[in-house]
DNA sequence: CAGAAATGCTTTTCAATTCAACTATTGTCA
DNA sequence: TGACAATAGTTGAATTGAAAAGCATTTCTG
């Protein structure tokens, strides 16, 4: 039995009242819909590059956010803050990036232990293929039931929301 | 060179122009929101259900699930979709919950190639300790800056942009 | 200016997930 | 009926991602 198995069961244990299960909270349906969403969209993005041939939608998310950085180049921790991945998965990520020519490692002078991301123009220019697909499958996602106001709020809402969820622990 | 970066090689070479970073659309402004957003929330459930000694958020979800439903049992198939994982992967994740005594795996008499996963007493005890725990950090994220009011708003803005999703491939 | 603490990134280890192939059962149609 | 296709689920290999430990560099402090 593994540990966490053990915890559970004691746990089962101490509880002697069986609960019904509870009626779905406004809060829940609006996780349950992001939830869902979210998938939904990843799903559509990720099916749509593979059917191009495409590298995976995680590649496209680092290309297209050191494509918007200031000088095509980001720092290893504020890549990963920006990917919403840990730093050992980027470290990890980028590597395989740089494998495929994509991008490239740079050091800073001013400080031995920073090192930046950097975009090549090969992966400029794969991004610029990228980007079409990707635009037109949010495109469908998104305008074909939302206005661009409507898409406007939905993002401040959303904002909004993640502003409140990484508030306190 | 992987399989991968061969294609990505090649198709560089092809390309001859550079092209500069496009302007972010509407679109992808909601869609990274969306992203940030999910990511956000799924962070504050985990480390909080991980702080409380609970399993994991997947665990929670699958527990939920099955108490909404009619007799407190899922096919297989069916339970894959609701949480948006692939069946094999829906495989594993049932087994250990059984190994925890949480679910059992039962079957239908009149097709055999279905098998149900269900809810165990134990699960439904587990799944009554957690929910408090979720319940208040979906408090902390959705209502502190959104009205119940919004909150359904937002619930029916992206389902709409799901089913869009959804739709065509 | 040493020594200790903090920072930035990498490496290692391990659990979890996906993908493709496989088994078993049911449905279809010549 | 009998073969073939379709459906439901499981299994095994490979990939991915996260957590924690580790290393190098910088900053703080007495």
């Given at each position: 039995?593994?540990?966490?198995?053990?915890?559970?069961?004691?746990?089962?244990?101490?509880?002697?009242?069986?609960?019904?299960?509870?009626?779905?909270?406004?809060?829940?349906?609006?996780?349950?819909?992001?939830?869902?969403?979210?998938?939904?969209?990843?799903?559509?993005?990720?099916?749509?590059?593979?059917?191009?041939?495409?590298?995976?939608?995680?590649?496209?998310?680092?290309?297209?956010?050191?494509?918007?950085?200031?000088?095509?180049?980001?720092?290893?921790?504020?890549?990963?803050?920006?990917?919403?991945?840990?730093?050992?998965?980027?470290?990890?990520?980028?590597?395989?990036?740089?494998?495929?020519?994509?991008?490239?490692?740079?050091?800073?002078?001013?400080?031995?232990?920073?090192?930046?991301?950097?975009?090549?123009?090969?992966?400029?220019?794969?991004?610029?293929?990228?980007?079409?697909?990707?635009?037109?499958?949010?495109?469908?996602?998104?305008?074909?039931?939302?206005?661009?106001?409507?898409?406007?709020?939905?993002?401040?809402?959303l904002e909004r929301?993640r502003?409140?969820?990484?508030?306190?622990?």
């Open positions: 039995m593994t540990e966490q198995a053990e915890a559970v069961a004691a746990r089962a244990e101490t509880t002697t009242v069986a609960i019904g299960p509870a009626a779905p909270t406004p809060h829940g349906e609006a996780w349950g819909a992001l939830t869902r969403t979210h998938a939904a969209v990843t799903q559509r993005l990720q099916d749509a590059l593979a059917q191009a041939e495409f590298p995976p939608l995680p590649w496209y998310e680092m290309l297209a956010t050191l494509a918007e950085s200031p000088e095509q180049r980001m720092r290893m921790g504020d890549l990963a803050e920006a990917l919403v991945i840990t730093r050992g998965g980027l470290t990890k990520l980028v590597d395989r990036l740089i494998k495929a020519g994509l991008l490239e490692r740079t050091f800073c002078e001013t400080d031995r232990r920073v090192s930046y991301a950097t975009l090549m123009p090969a992966g400029a220019e794969l991004l610029a293929e990228m980007r079409p697909v990707v635009v037109a499958e949010l495109q469908v996602a998104f305008s074909a039931n939302l206005t661009a106001r409507q898409a406007d709020e939905l993002t401040h809402t929301v502003g409140s969820a990484c508030g306190a622990a």
